[in-house]
């Protein structure tokens, strides 16, 4: 796997340890914390598709108000001060925020390196001149597989020409382009073809993101996970693509872990990196921790930034090791992996203390197994339920 | 992938440099992704403005710290410069 791998794209910033913010800086660090060097800005949960491996909650519909334009400002404002230099506007659809462009200019004129992550439907030339003259840097489209007819099933919504035309526009005004696309049953023997289109397309950057399996995609686990020889066919497909691409394309895959022996090093560590501000302002050290119970995640309108990170209940939660029950306590490799995944081992074991059970060392290891011969059985099956698509339908079902 | 000493050098139109009052260091921003750099690469990032070539970043840099013998350390550099597409000539 050396070469393709990178555990995860969203640990492609890594936190220096020897950072430190002195005395000139204007905010301030409790001894200890490093500051957050990501902001994901989730600025809505709207979205024209219905991808059933979405990250967001199922019960999203929950969460009907969204900041307002001057919140998500002195959000920007307070993080950036911390130190952040990478943002996402992600979502559901961060398009349909009529104050986009104006939250990429503001970001632009904090020095922030501003990503769009978006599914490019609606997206118009227009707009992506609009855009990069606000200061955007970078504009990631996702593509749900290679053919129409199962991009289109996929994402629920007749989209695959226009994010074709989209990834061309992007290329077209000098953007980096990510091409993303999520893997999984459906589309998993598309590999050749989805790296042909990649190329087409004239990606920068393709990221190959096998499915994270939570939210609706933890729904969707029976319909969705491949088996093991599937992924080794799809990796070497793709590991024989790549060097075939040396200084064209970068390649991101994004590692299934349920076929590992070892966990991933979750967040780069729990409130040590990243920061999620969630649409109704919920500031959360990953995007799942919302699910996750006690943590009382507090909001950015009611505290700063400053006294989220460094203060709040829930960023200090799994900071170090204090927390940690065995195996992970006395394990050599826990400032490697921090014990893994605390939302992964609260919706397989139960029990968000306990070690990712995608660890062979860990005793609830089995259920991983468990889920890989669910998914297989269920692939055999000849009346294999359909798959739970991610819409405000299904989640007021689910809330 | 190596340098070619006559083309001039240009920093990636697609990648940001950067300083970081924060973290008191420049860095390269790209997708979702950033690079710390320590001070020597920084001077050399900067020089690479698609107006010089490879022995006139050298003499630039030799000149600015008053020192000579730097070829080979700023070659390498670049090479891993050009290799990530923080740079390109042509």
Known sequence: MAGLIKTNPSTTLRADPTTTVGADSSATLRAGITPPRWLLAELTYACPLQCPYCSNPLDYTKYQTELDTEDWK??????????????????????TRKDLTELVKHA????YYSNLITSGYGLTEEKIIQLKEAGLDHIQVSIQASSQELNDHIAGTASFEHKKQVAHLVKKHGYPMVLCVVIHRENIHQMPEILAMAEELGADYLELAN?????????????????????????????????????????????????????KACMNGWGTTFLTVAPDGVALPCHS??????????????????EIWNESKAFNF?????????????????????????????????????????????PDHGVIQQAIDSAAKSALSANEKPLLFRNSKNSKLLS | MTINPEL?????????????????????????????????????LKLCDGTRNLAQIVSDLEQKFSTSGLTNDITAFLEVALQNGWINQN
């Open chain 1, 318 to 362: 799994f900071r170090g090791d204090d927390w940690m029950k065995e195996p992970c306590r006395s394990c050599d490799e826990k400032d490697k992996d921090f014990g893994g995944c605390h939302c992964q081992a609260y919706l397989l074991t139960g029990d968000m203390y306990n070690a990712d059970p995608v660890c062979s060392k860990s």
């Open chain 1, 211 to 263: 499915t994270q399996y939570y939210g609706w995609a933890h729904a969707n686990r029976d319909l969705l996970l491949p088996t093991q020889a599937q992924f080794k066919k799809a990796e070497a497909i793709a590991q024989a693509f790549k060097e075939t691409v040396t200084g064209k394309m970068k390649i991101y895959y994004v590692v299934p872990d349920f076929y590992e022996d070892r966990p």
């Open chain 1, 108 to 111: 632009r004129d904090l020095g």
């Open chain 2, 8 to 44: 001039p050098i240009k920093f990636s139109r697609t990648h940001r440099l950067q300083w970081e009052e924060a973290q008191q260091k420049n860095v390269i921003l790209y997708p979702e992704g950033m690079v710390e750099l320590n001070e020597s690469s920084a001077e050399i």
């Open chain 1, 289 to 306: 921790a919302r699910d996750l119970p006690g943590l009382n995640c507090p909001n950015v309108k009611d505290y700063s930034v400053e």
């Open chain 1, 74 to 95: 002195r959000v920007l404002t307070q993080a950036r001060k911390m130190g952040a230099v990478q943002l996402g506007f992600s979502g559901g659809e961060p398009l």
